[in-house]
């Protein structure tokens, strides 16, 4: 059993409803031991909450419910940066902080955010294409330590009806990203949200995570990707059993940018 969750945010994401402390003291009372913090830092102008985050005034908060918290849980300070290859000069500041992990999402495609109406600018293939081309970029140019929610364009696609997708139609362009996180040694997130969507699908789908693993991938992060209360923690041991059928024996959590390897 597993008991870190290493992908939640609170209501300084623009998109989350839970306070920090409601946060930590849920986390307890499911018996979680290790989680990361981990607020939305987005530039792309088209985004609500662009240039709104302050690293100062979050760490000092992530700081004060260590001292809080203290011999009850493990609080990393991280950060899940929007599309971080494109936005190096504005994120200088955040990479001076004291992080433990950083997550790289790739939540826009150009000046079109990876939502409910993605896929009435594209049509479903190109959006899909589109979407694994600026993948690519990120994961060879940015800096980070996990690629959060790999596909995740599939909860908008199942929230519209949309056919579901098949990884083998996109594979070629799936795997050039698999073998970029496993020479640049950046882990793959199993992020739980998406069995909270109509897809049901963990993200990435269970086929990219065997591909990831078969191609010599041995860095996974499992996180909730939690922006409300009830879902903190949620489906992490089910992500876990996943990559134990898949074949992992471990999984990464991360202290100042460093995987540290736990058993699964
Ligand atoms: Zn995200
Ligand atoms: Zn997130």
Redesign the pocket.
């Known amino acids: 059993m597993i008991t870190s969750d290493f ?3 609170t209501s300084a ?1 623009v998109d989350a409803t839970v306070g920090l402390d409601e946060l930590i003291e849920r986390a307890i009372e499911i018996g979680l031991t290790e989680i990361a913090i ?1 607020e ?1 830092v987005d530039y792309n102008p088209a985004d609500e909450g662009a240039g709104i985050y302050k690293p100062k005034e979050i760490y000092q908060q992530i700081v004060g419910a260590r001292g809080k918290y203290n011999g009850r849980i493990i609080i990393c300070y991280g950060v ?1 940066l929007s599309e971080p290859h494109l936005y190096a000069a504005e994120m200088a500041d955040i990479y001076q902080m004291p992080l433990d992990i950083v ?1 790289g ?1 790739l939540h826009y495609v150009g000046p079109y955010g990876v939502h409910l109406n993605f896929f009435d600018v594209y049509d479903f293939d190109s959006a899909i294409k589109a979407y694994f081309s600026d993948m690519l970029d990120m994961v060879r140019d940015g800096d980070f330590d996990v690629l ?2 790999l596909d995740y364009f599939a909860r908008y696609a199942s929230f519209r009806s949309l056919e579901d997708y098949n990884p083998e139609d996109y594979a070629e362009q799936i795997k050039r990203v698999l073998s970029t996180l496993i020479e640049r040694k950046i882990a793959l997130e199993l ?1 739980t ?1 998406g069995w909270r969507a109509p897809a049901n699908h963990c993200f990435p789908k269970p086929m990219i995570i065997k591909w990831y693993y078969e191609m010599g991938g041995r860095l996974i992060s499992i ?1 909730s ?1 939690g ?1 409300k209360v009830e879902n903190i923690g949620r489906d992490i041991n089910k992500a876990a059993e996943l990559a134990k059928e898949i074949g992992f024996k471990e999984y990464q959590i991360y202290r100042q940018r460093k995987p540290v390897t736990l058993p699964l």
Do not use: A, P, V, Y
């Open positions: 992908h939640l945010h994401s981990t939305h899940e997550i999402s959060g929610h992020n949200s996180g990707d922006h």
